[in-house]
């Protein structure tokens, strides 16, 4: 019996994936709990119809990411910051800092899950912030930090 799984299954495969299994397996435990649903011609046709709109979501995803991207292209955002004695700052500049920095100054939304800062900013001067707007697309910002007057 030919079956259309709907969630990931360990021991049969994918969400999406067709695959064959026994009758009885079928009847007594995919179709059940709602793993899976039997591969009728109807159920295949809105699986291809769902494939087509995730790919072009994805790809909606993609252009969206890469106009982005290009926004950002030699942008600068800046932070002012307490300065201790000896030049040293105090506290440090987080990712939820710049994406608030990015919304303000920028006007663009960037999730603080996709900044990525490698070290800790804790000094002045400028730094690159990299952002992963997409698996493929990954953008770079300057952070510039001054001292705050």
């Given amino acids: 019996m030919k079956i259309i799984l709907i969630q990931d299954v360990k021991s049969l495969g994918k969400k999406g994936d067709i695959v064959e299994v026994n009758q009885g397996y079928a009847r007594n435990f995919v179709l059940p709990k709602k793993l899976g649903v039997e591969a009728t011609p109807q159920n295949m046709n809105d699986l291809k119809l769902k494939n087509q709109n995730d790919e072009k979501i994805a790809a909606e995803n993609l252009a969206e990411a890469e106009k982005i991207k290009a926004d950002l292209k030699d942008k600068k955002i800046t932070v002012e ?69």
């Fill in 81 to 149: 910051m307490k300065v201790g004695a000896n030049g040293k700052t105090f506290g440090s500049v987080s990712s939820k800092e710049v994406a608030e920095l990015i919304k303000n100054q920028l006007g663009l939304e960037i999730d603080k899950k996709k900044i990525v800062i490698k070290d800790p900013v804790k000094a002045l001067g400028g730094y690159e912030i990299k952002l992963k707007l997409h698996p493929k697309v990954t953008a770079e910002i300057l952070l510039d930090v001054v001292e705050q007057k």
